[in-house]
């Protein structure tokens, strides 16, 4: 219990908590004064203020007129370098492009995270069905077409983790039985593509497909949601798949598919 | 010299630290080894090695199969979050389309940040000439079309800042003398937009217009960069205030131009 030893033990929590501060932010909560700051990352109000002042001075956050504190411009600087977000949106948009384009549909481009999806990129075709995804935002794994591409090619201890936990329902046609989505994630692995029927919401159905990276290693989803009764899934399957096999291409895929995960 | 105070006193330090190490990543150096990010932010291995991986537990750096480190997945999540980033792209996106597809060439918005400003979006129409720019990338106030809209209208110590700083020259055209610049930013001022010609590259001009938010003040600016000799820069103007007035409308700014910064 040297001083130096305590300084080694508190760069840890320091650190972490500075970075539970930027947790506070989301979708819902753009914008906070430092007292919901302090309330929703539960430091005291002191912590709070030293840190944010912090987070402030380096631009991970910014104080408006208003008092209130939202994300800096910094870290959008910083998250436009992510290879999985901004450097994949932009080798992948010319064909989601493409793709909404050509069907007047939705394209979504979507990657894993831990136990669930983030959107990454939505193009939105002339007569695309609403969605409730976000660029930006996170879903579960289970239930739409990027998301079971995402959990069929996850580690198995991913995907024990999804099946043994409580899976939403969002639909009466959600799949929320463990037995059967693992059908549904053996049948995506040996098809090649994945089909979420009314799984989201009961006016839409998408088509997802997996985008590899140069080591063959699936990295994203690619998929097409469209109007329920528009098109037949299996219709829409060869197009998804030529679109995600465009995308690998871009990302230095080996041309032939590999029989790995 | 308590405990508790010497612990207040390491919070600076510590999240300064573990921010230095985010700053190393860059366009330029999107990937870095430990030792790498160990010498470019001069921290000791040992310190390096602690933060790096309090930052990749929480997700702001990952570590690839090669053992590099790039940025995270959870700070371009995040950094969707900023309102002068993607708030701000989103809101815009669709008047660029419009702008780069009726003249078919580069539209762009910026917003400043401190002494510099950083490329929100650019759109390239079908004849767009070469420009240096990258979406998330920074630049000079001094020589671009929206760097000078974003300089006239920036706080008066940011002017003097940048105006008795060095002025970075980038062509034989480029305005570096401070009492020139001023006479441009007045100009700005007055005519509501700005004329950057072959001031970056040769082959170039931009033409950029101030965008307001529901306050009033300014908070980005948009540019049509075009080929030198394609057309005269009083031409354009029109169309870009057109573009950068739709946009601030979508961003609620009073219909009447405010005679105010």
């Not at 007047?104 to 609403?130: D, T």
């Not at 463990?178 to 995506?188: G, I, M």
């Not at 060869?238 to 995600?244: F, Y």
Request: hydrophobic share 45%; proline share 6%.
């Amino acid at each position: 219990m040297t001083g130096r030893g305590r300084h080694t033990g508190r760069t840890g929590p320091v650190v972490r908590r500075a970075l539970r501060l930027l947790d506070a932010f989301s979708a819902r909560r753009p914008e906070l004064t430092l007292s919901e700051l302090a309330r929703h990352t539960g430091l005291p109000l002191a912590t709070a203020h030293r840190l944010v002042t912090e987070l402030c001075a380096w631009g991970a956050v910014e104080r408006g007129a208003d008092g209130r504190y939202r994300v800096g411009l910094r870290l959008w600087e910083l998250g436009a370098l992510a290879p999985r977000g901004q450097g994949l949106r932009e080798r992948a948009l010319p064909f989601l492009e493409d793709l909404a384009q050509i069907t007047g549909e939705n394209a979504q481009l979507a990657v894993r995270e831990g136990s669930e999806l983030v959107f990454i990129e939505r193009v939105a075709g002339p007569s695309a069905v609403p969605v409730l995804t976000r660029v930006g935002g996170r879903f579960a794994l289970t239930a739409t077409g990027v998301g079971l591409v995402l959990l069929a090619h996850a580690p198995a201890e991913v995907q024990e983790d999804v099946l043994g936990g409580p899976i939403d329902r969002y639909t009466s046609r959600t799949v929320t039985d463990p037995a059967r989505l693992r059908h549904l994630l053996a049948a995506v692995r040996s098809t090649g593509f994945s089909i979420s029927d009314r799984q989201v919401t009961l006016d839409a159905l998408s088509v997802g497909a997996p985008v590899r990276d140069r080591h063959g290693q699936v990295v994203a989803a690619v998929s097409l949601v469209v109007h329920h009764g528009s098109a037949a899934p299996h219709a829409l399957a060869p197009l998804v798949r030529t679109s995600a096999r465009a995308i690998s291409r871009a990302l230095g895929a080996p041309p032939d598919r590999p029989t790995t995960r």
